[in-house]
């Protein structure tokens, strides 16, 4: 028996892995599509399935029958309300195939849950109701699916036992969807008529459906021949770990993510561009003389090439492009809106960098793939933006390999994911921007000024008093002779941002702007003021990471809301307050106060005067 169960192990071994997601309308039978497949397929232990009985009785729809549905919906909150909210894995197989199964959510404001099940799809079955036809939610689902890259899609046009079997029926789906699918670039498609409840179609063909002369649902996908996530491209390998045991030996581990290697190819550095050969392939069970995509290895290189987390070791005849801006699909799902010009960390591979959306080109309408304007992204939606990184990295398009092209978004403050993305390409202007070598620098331009460069970053609700301390420090320190300027709110706004009004999106870009502005004039050796109201964290903490540390100091004048109201020269809370400006901080816009700021003035204690002089202290402490 000995030869016969390693044969067998083998074979289990060496069969291939199929990944398909469940997508569809609601009530169109997901769920029982995968639990009819499971059960018909006999890989339900006993116990299994006298929990699915006891459940079916508790919570089931199909009176005194088997609710197979049930074994997917594995959430309280899914069996009490009779819908799919989260994305259920299930993992079986048959003699011929290893299969991963994720049953997506029907529902709209699920569309983030789909997305991240479909990431790693190789198939979508898209289920379509026949009674209903081809609805919102198809379209909505084929598009996510398809801006995904996934190219290969089953239509399961299902109950069709409450449609008598008619074959026109059917036929008529399937003619409308294959120009769906034309339009949204999906290749494959293959259509199948079935009834999951009664299990028609699902592993054997259907004596109710003598017309169809196709395969059942799982004979396709047994057979369906799916092409590899990478196309064919050179060899690459996103550097994870850098394994450095003792002094003779140093390896770069990771997982091939497209191509083949061998002992003795020559290999390119990316983004640093370092050439040098692969002295060693080494795996858990030994050296290797090649390996290929989705192996995990450790490379060894002829060369001590300095090479760290993030980088990507590729052939050196073939690489991939290296750029800092490019053309992107986000798909949010934050819910906070995107803000144009607000800071957040870009996760692509095993890299990490940071990264803002500089134009939104236009929003996508999932349900009807419209193109809008839109100057900011809410939960679900789907935009082709414009990515700035603050370094190059090594890329592949998406459609090319999903390794290199996919990224993520993450939230600096929270570290919560608030978008997934897919690289379209590299903007054209991204290779026609370099630095500039310049002869005298920042610490020559502070030395004929006999001072430290600095910013002063002076931040509070309108009628907390920033200008009028920053006013008071600029003149004290003229009068100590330093070199100063003061970038005041209301002053900018006549000019460099005299374009922006008061939305949250204009508001960021207005301290985008500043900021820059700010850093030259600290890269000149000034020691710069700046007075904005900058109500968001996230800019002041994108501010903050333009400069030196210990060259930016944060300044909180804390006023408490009704103080700021009674200084209110100009009338502006009142106005705010009877509705006649609208977007005003403290009103109907959120101030979000600083943590951690360098220094705390409490604006209704203290006189400016007194408070300016805390200041200087804090700034010149000698």
Known sequence: MAPDIAAYLQQHESKGLLRFITCGSVDDGKSTLIGRLLH????????QVAALEADSRRHGTQGGELDFALLVDGLAAEREQGITIDVAYRFFGTERRKFIVADCPGHEQYTRNMAT????????????????GLLTQTRRHSYIASLLGIRHVLLAVNKMDL????QDVFDSIVAGYRDLATQLGIANVQAIP????????????????????????????????VEPATQATGFRLPVQWVNRPNQDFRGFAGTVAGGRVAVGDEVVVLPS??????????????????????????????????????DVIAAAIDPPEVADQFAAHLLWMGDERLLPGRPYLLKLGTRTVGASVTEIKHKVDVNTQEHLAAKHLELNEVACCNLHL??????????????????ILIDRQSNATVAAGTLDFALRRAGNIHWQHLDVDKAARARIKHQSPRCLWFTGLSGAGKSTIANLVEKRLLAMGQHTYLLDGDNVRHGLNKDLGFTDEDRVENIRRVAEVAKLMTDAGLIVLVSFISPFRAEREMARALFEPGEFLEVFVDTPLAVAEQRDVKGLYAKARAGQLRNFTGIDSPYEAPEHPELHLHAD????????????RALLPD
């Open 117 to 132: 099940g479909a990431s790693t799809a190789d198939l979508a079955v898209v289920l379509v109701d026949a009674r209903k």
């Open 390 to 407: 603050d370094q190059p990295l090594a890329f592949e398009p998406y459609a090319r390999n999903r390794a290199l092209g996919a990224f």
């Open 605 to 616: 204690r203290a006189s400016p005067v007194e408070l300016a002089g805390e200041v200087i």
């Open 163 to 166: 449609v008598d079997y008619r």
């Open 40 to 47: 018909d397929t006999q890989l339900l232990l006993d116990d």
């Open 194 to 225: 079935l009834s999951a409840l009664r299990g028609d179609n699902m592993v054997d063909g259907s004596a109710a459906m003598p017309w169809y002369r196709g395969p059942s649902l799982l004979q396709h996908l047994e057979t369906v021949q």
């Open 273 to 310: 561009a370092r050439r040098s050969t692969v002295a060693r392939i080494v795996t858990a069970g030994g050296d290797l003389a090649h390996a290929g995509d989705g192996q995990a290895v450790t490379l060894t290189l002829a060369d001590e090439v300095d090479a760290s987390r993030g």
